[in-house]
């Protein structure tokens, strides 16, 4: 069955620090997004692609990178952890069809600690 | 950013009883869908709904997508233990994006 994995599942990690969360779907979806989701903010859109070489900044994207060089994989760069960063990510993808119908698909999430 | 209002924020029901929770935004919308989240794991898709008016259900759930098309209802009937957890609802806008905005989401507790 096609879905969409994250890797690590958890990771603790120290303030500085490069880090990279890995997205994967086999849905062959050409739309593809990142999320963090913390208590009293909901989920809030880091960065999203909506093909290979297409990168778009989200509303929280200050210290995250990504880049889309298939159409599987969007891996999520923080480039220099912060304790802010500490939170829930999700990685999330969609497929644009003609119609216009559009539905948006969650992969199990990754929990990063920057201590 | 811009998030949808969801109500009620958390509810504490009797098993068995019906559960209904809404949606509402001041944008329109093409695309409401449901998701129901378990602790520790990701949004799991419930149901989605794509054209105003349009009521679809899903086993004991049954979603509408509300005829002003800014606001979407999720009902769940006879409740049981395990439809415990936080219920989210997303809008698609009409701006052209994929980008969906979410709901605040509805804690579910179910007292057996």
Redesign the interface.
Known sequence: DAEITQSPRHKITETGRQVTLACHQTWNHN?M?WYRQDLGH????IH?S?GVQDTNK???SDGYSVSRSNTEDLPLTLESAASSQTSVY?CAS?E?SM???????????T?LTVL | GQQLNQSPQSMFIQEGEDVSMNCTSSSIFNTWLWYKQDPGEGPVLLIALYKAGELTSNGRLTAQFGITRKDSFLNISASIPSDVGIYFCAGLGTSGTYKYIFGTGTRLKVLA
């Not at chain 1, 909901?42 to 859109?45: A, D, I, Q, S």
């Not at chain 1, 119609?99 to 999430?109: C, E, N």
């Open positions: 739309n997004f909901g989920l809030r859109l999203y909506y989200g509303e929280v999700f969609s644009s119609s216009g119908a559009d539905t948006q698909y969650f992969g199990p999430g929990r």
